[in-house]
């Protein structure tokens, strides 16, 4: 085996790899809750209301906010330092929660922004 490989394999092997999740999903959390806070407030603070939506829009809207706080749990899960778990196992779990934390993230707030630019303007 090449020590490029024993690099690769040490890197992603669980202990590092779950080590890694909680450390960096607590810095995701901050930044997920941090931008959903900011983009939220400012829309608020300037007399947004998802009422103004069409209905089509508004479902859009609350099916992404939805899909927006399940990524926000599942990101804080991953980065929550505590093993329900072998080693393993959490690495495994933590990867996928994390993965599919982001995904949804990046869907959800894409959507949520695509229904209020696609609103009428205030």
């Known amino acids: 085996m090449s020590s490029v490989q024993n690099v690769q394999n040490d890197l992603m092997s669980p202990e590092n790899n779950v080590q890694r999740i909680m ?48 990524s926000i749990g599942l990101i804080g899960w991953s980065g929550c330092p505590i093993l329900e778990v072998d080693v393993p196992t959490a690495s495994r779990n933590k990867s996928l929660t994390m993965q599919g934390g982001t ?20």
Do not use: D, E, N
């Open 23 to 70: 450390w960096t999903g607590t810095y995701w959390f901050m930044a997920a809750v941090g931008s959903v806070a900011v983009s939220l407030g400012l829309l608020l603070s300037s007399g947004w209301r998802p009422t103004v939506l069409p209905t089509g829009l508004a479902v859009l809207f609350w099916a992404a906010f939805g899909l927006v706080a399940l």
């Open 103 to 122: 995904m949804f993230f990046i869907v959800g707030m894409t959507a949520a922004a695509a229904a209020v630019l696609l609103g009428p303007a205030a």
